[in-house]
């Protein structure tokens, strides 16, 4: 929606709004560039830390993305001041700071508001060596993709807020969400992958089909191989926990995505919203296992539609 917003744009601008891309990048000199980026969500877990940690992580992941370092954050916060204790706040920015700090990067400030509902994330800033700016855009026909985190994570929080959720599901989840992708971008570095996104709202096929667009290419998921956070997150779904997002997620998709099936358990793991997912990593096929994670599909040439679902069987 923000790509309706038009703005004039600078020979430095080496990452705009056009291919709806995980951050801005701007070339400052000839060995960096500075990558911009800002995200705040609401609760998805009841632990305010946990939250906090988490919704960090999640801002913190665009700038692993392109392939960056993050430097600096600031706090954007909306708080209920009159619903909530300030305790609640304290722990929220704590886990934040936390996972600030583990990200080797430093907080320098924020901003918050008075709201009706808690919101919080970072504005981060990082860098990279313009010759290393791994974009959503370059993804090569014969390439493998490497999925570094499980998906459900949409369903578990869905169970969350009606209070169906397990304790090990709602660890497992958690625990995934709360992970930073640094190590994940280290390795696609070391691997020299050529083209990048991380799974956050949109879903797998989401950002799957914004990588697949950008780069002129159709992406092949197979769907036997997708990783689960854990198994209760498939019975959430199928108890209908699933979170409104994966229906328009669904829906989004439709027109560009052929399914080679008809009807799979794992099917709406496809659709399903993920929070501080993991990196989704285009990267050539002998170098695949340098990268920590699960091959999900490979890149084909272009065909009919972006996107193509097959099943094992
Ligand atoms: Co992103
Ligand atoms: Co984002
Ligand atoms: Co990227």
């Given at each position: 929606m923000l790509k309706s917003v038009s703005s004039p744009t600078k020979p430095?601008?080496?990452?705009?709004?056009?291919?709806?891309?995980?951050a801005g990048v701007y070339l400052l000199n000839e060995t960096t560039a500075l990558i911009q980026t800002v995200d705040f969500i609401t609760p998805?877990?009841?632990?305010p830390y946990a939250f906090g940690r988490i919704a960090a992580a999640n801002s913190l992941s665009d700038v692993y993305a392109m392939g960056g370092r993050p430097l600096t954050a600031m706090n954007i916060v909306s708080f209920p001041t009159c619903e909530l204790p300030l305790e609640v706040l304290s722990s929220v920015l704590e886990g934040g700071a936390q996972a600030v700090s583990e990200a080797d990067a430093v907080l320098l400030g924020g901003h918050s508001v008075d709201d009706l509902e808690l919101k919080y994330g970072l504005s981060v800033t990082g860098v990279v060596h313009p010759d290393r700016i791994v974009t959503n855009a370059s993804a090569k026909t014969g390439e493998l993709l490497v999925l570094t985190k499980p998906l459900g994570t949409g369903f578990v929080t869905t169970a969350i807020k009606g209070g169906l959720a397990s304790n090990e599901a709602t660890e497992a989840a958690i625990e995934v969400m709360s992970r930073l992708n640094a190590e994940a971008s280290e390795a696609m570095l070391e691997a020299g992958a050529s083209a990048c996104t991380d799974v956050t709202g949109f879903g797998l096929v989401g950002h799957a089909f914004e990588m697949a667009r950008a780069s002129g290419v159709t992406i092949e998921l197979w769907i036997d191989r997708l990783p689960v956070v854990h198994p209760h997150a498939l019975e959430y779904a199928n108890m209908g926990?699933?979170?409104?997002a994966a229906y328009r997620n669904r829906d989004f998709v439709a027109d560009h995505l052929h399914k080679?099936?008809?009807?799979?358990?794992?099917?709406m793991l496809l659709y399903d919203p993920q929070t501080s997912g993991g990196l989704f990593i285009s990267v050539p096929e002998a170098k695949a296992?340098?990268?920590?994670?699960?091959?999900?599909g490979r890149v084909v040439e272009?065909?009919?539609?972006h996107l193509r679902v097959v099943a094992e069987d």
């Open positions: 430095e601008v080496l990452v705009g709004m056009e291919t709806s891309d995980d998805v877990v009841d632990d926990l699933i979170p409104a080679a099936f008809d009807h799979h358990p794992f099917e296992p340098l990268i920590p994670g699960v091959v999900v272009l065909e009919d539609r």
